[in-house]
């Protein structure tokens, strides 16, 4: 049965790489060649070091994340597999689809080609684990919980800022005056606004890629052609020229 070895061979590399790769001749046997009786999600990307190619890097890691914690969860099946095809692997591929950008994600499903819903909206959203999981329980109804290594650059981080400040009083304990110095508080509220109205935030919450590198041409934009969407480096341009 040419559909159960096809399943037994995924499930292989599923126990050995929570993501696996594909060549061109890969891809049109698993994903593009029926029968076909799970969905599919496939992270095309140029992660070659000559590439140059940082939001490749940086989706990857989330997608990295999205795909261990399914791997790993009680939920895991035969139902939903994850792929990456990379530009200097499939170029075939790419070119097959028409696809002249990188990093992007697409959803093939069980039955049928892929439609407009099935390429994820990175430029919009971003590439947070969190987010392309959002995206795989609308297009396949199989839910991920996201679960994240543990990161503990914020704790310290904070713990550094307050013996710092805590540091600083102790040193002024006997001239506090400059804490009611307004021209100080003005230069730390004016920095907070020039960043609010940047769109650092939005950053925050939506995980946007730095900037969209073409693989095939090279080129860089740092603008975003959207007005619903942005690239952090579109916030740094921002943030420069109203402060």
Same mark, same amino acid.
């Given at each position: 049965?040419?559909?159960?070895?096809?399943?037994? %061979?995924?499930?292989?590399?599923?126990?050995?790489?929570?993501?696996?790769?594909?060549?061109?001749?890969?891809?049109?046997?698993?994903?593009?060649?029926?029968?076909?009786?799970?969905?599919?999600?496939?992270?095309?990307?140029? *992660?070659?070091?000559?590439?140059?190619?940082?939001?490749?890097?940086?989706?990857?890691?989330?997608?990295?994340?999205? /795909?261990?914690?399914?791997?790993?969860?009680?939920?895991?099946?035969?139902?939903?597999? $994850?792929?990456?095809?990379?530009?200097?692997?499939?170029?075939?591929?790419?070119? %097959?689809?028409?696809?002249?950008?990188?990093?992007?994600?697409?959803?093939?499903?069980?039955? +049928?080609?892929?439609?407009? /819903?099935?390429?994820?909206?990175?430029?919009?959203?971003?590439?947070?684990?969190?987010?392309?999981?959002?995206?795989? /329980?609308?297009?396949?109804?199989?839910?991920?919980?996201?679960?994240?290594?543990?990161?503990?650059? +914020?704790?310290?981080?904070?713990?550094?800022?307050?013996?710092?400040?805590?540091? *600083?009083?102790?040193?002024?304990?006997?001239?506090?005056? $400059?804490?009611?110095?307004?021209?100080?508080?003005?230069?730390?509220?004016?920095?907070?606004?020039?960043?609010?109205?940047?769109? %650092?935030?939005?950053?925050?919450?939506?995980?946007?890629?730095?900037? &969209?590198?073409?693989? &095939?041409? +090279?080129?860089?934009?740092?603008?975003?052609?959207?007005?619903?969407?942005?690239?952090?480096?579109?916030?740094?341009?921002? *943030?420069?020229?109203?402060?």
């Amino acid at each position: 049965n040419l559909l159960a070895e096809k399943v037994e %061979q995924l499930m292989e590399w599923s126990s050995r790489r929570s993501i696996f790769r594909m060549n061109g001749d890969k891809f049109r046997k698993f994903i593009k060649a029926p029968p076909r009786n799970y969905s599919m999600i496939v992270m095309f990307t140029a *992660l070659q070091p000559q590439r140059q190619c940082s939001v490749c890097r940086q989706a990857n890691e989330e997608y990295q994340i999205l /795909a261990n914690s399914w791997r790993y969860s009680s939920a895991f099946c035969n139902k939903l597999f $994850f792929s990456m095809v990379d530009y200097d692997e499939g170029t075939d591929v790419f070119q %097959q689809l028409n696809m002249n950008s990188a990093p992007t994600f697409m959803h093939f499903p069980p039955k +049928g080609r892929p439609k407009r /819903a099935d390429t994820f909206d990175l430029q919009r959203i971003g590439f947070a684990a969190e987010q392309l999981a959002k995206w795989i /329980a609308d297009r396949t109804d199989v839910h991920i919980r996201v679960f994240r290594p543990p990161n503990y650059s +914020g704790t310290i981080a904070l713990a550094l800022l307050v013996s710092l400040v805590g540091g *600083l009083l102790y040193l002024r304990r006997n001239n506090l005056e $400059f804490i009611y110095n307004k021209t100080g508080w003005a230069m730390v509220s004016l920095c907070i606004v020039f960043a609010m109205t940047s769109g %650092q935030m939005w950053n925050h919450i939506r995980g946007p890629p730095y900037a &969209h590198k073409n693989p &095939h041409n +090279g080129q860089v934009s740092y603008i975003h052609g959207s007005s619903q969407a942005q690239f952090v480096a579109e916030s740094h341009i921002i *943030l420069v020229l109203t402060s």
